[in-house]
């Protein structure tokens, strides 16, 4: 007797069966996988670009059963973006949990603030690039968090001012702006395979900031930042073209 085997038909049981499988997990283990796919995909394509079918296929489930853990794509862009500064705001409490000086407090910031963004590279990636694809509302929402997260280094610049620990001639925001810029942009050249390791790069960026605006209040001069390396006289530009650096008067 010949056993004829439809394999259109044992292809489809198989995938049902393998999407059963994957349904039955807890709802939120399934959900955390389906973030991490999301992100993964926004990362590769972009927001835009990126449809619920990639990110059912990257999950490896089918794009109507993608519904049952989602409403919409925008969804899971807040939702990461959400987690992203959740994770953020709980290393703000463990910076103030920090006994020390405000310094001391400022290398806390910087050292949770890189490790964060290391380990979360094609997050970070995501919020900064699509942060603007949200809806007004849901921007405002994100907004108004990263503004906590901005004010608290800020907070802690001036604190560290009042006791002569960081240079009373820096501008608290402006500083707190050019830190964040600085550790915000690992993401673009930052990997783990590389020769830094993840605790060795916040150390390292950590060191960086705490000699940048630190400062001692009994040798202390109005205008000494600038007298370290004075500007020399830089060529002008060949033919007119680019900038023209001038020396501080």
């Not at 007797?1 to 439809?6: A, C, G, H, N």
């Amino acid at each position: 007797m010949t056993v004829i085997i439809d394999e259109g038909s044992l292809k489809v049981e198989t995938e049902l069966k393998t999407e059963n499988r994957r349904r039955s997990r807890p709802p939120r283990r399934r959900r955390q996988e389906i973030l991490e796919a999301a992100a993964g995909v926004f990362h590769e394509k972009g927001y835009k670009a990126t449809s619920i079918q990639d990110i059912a296929d990257a999950v490896g489930i089918l794009k109507g059963s993608l519904y049952y853990y989602i409403t919409s794509k925008e969804d899971l862009l807040f939702e990461i973006l959400q987690d992203v500064h959740q994770q953020g705001l709980q290393n703000l409490e463990r910076v103030d949990a920090t006994p020390g000086t405000p310094l001391q407090k400022i290398r806390a910031f910087v050292t949770l603030h890189v490790t964060h963004n290391a380990e979360n590279l094609v997050k970070m990636a995501v919020f900064f690039h699509d942060f603007r694809s949200l809806k007004p509302e849901r921007r405002e929402i994100i907004v108004a968090e990263r503004d906590l997260y901005d004010q608290h280094l800020r907070s802690l610049i001036a604190e560290a001012q009042k006791d002569g620990s960081v240079c009373p001639e820096l501008d608290p925001k402006l500083t707190s702006i050019e830190i964040l810029g600085m550790m915000n942009w690992i993401y673009h050249w930052y990997r783990p395979n590389g020769t830094l390791s993840v605790s060795e790069l916040a150390d390292t960026m950590a060191d960086f900031v705490v000699a940048g605006i630190s400062c001692d209040p009994k040798t202390h001069k109005p205008g000494h930042r600038a007298k370290l390396a004075p500007l020399p006289e830089v060529p002008a530009a060949q033919n007119g073209a680019g900038p023209t650096a001038k020396k501080r008067p």
